[in-house]
């Protein structure tokens, strides 16, 4: 990917491509209308709002703060993950934990 930062519309169009989504199928997830998010494609209507970006983050499975272009791709990624770790149970942590040593041990 090149190093010139995307602003928050180019990253929205695609993260939305490369799900494969149409613009009803990505607006009907996040709860917005097809127009609205085709004007957050195009850096058209204004910011979102919080809720919006944490809606748009949960879906794509990246933090805000990559949407909004303060981390990378790869920290937006791991951060997301992150996110997910802390929803998970003790023992579903100690799971992804025990599987995360057998894949750092086997390369």
């Known amino acids: ?21 149409s613009l009803q199928q990505a607006a009907d997830a996040v709860g917005i209308s097809k127009p609205h998010f085709w004007q957050l494609e195009q850096g058209e209507g204004g910011n979102p709002t919080r809720e919006l970006l944490e809606r748009l983050a949960r879906h794509y499975q990246r933090t805000v703060s990559y949407l909004i272009g303060e981390l990378p791709e790869k920290e937006g990624e791991i951060g997301a993950l992150f996110r997910d770790l802390g929803e998970l149970s003790d023992p579903q942590r100690e799971q992804v934990m025990a599987l995360i040593q057998v894949m750092k041990k086997t390369g």
């Open 1 to 21: 990917m090149s190093d010139v930062p995307q602003t928050f519309a180019a990253r929205l169009k695609q993260l939305r491509m490369k799900k494969g989504e």
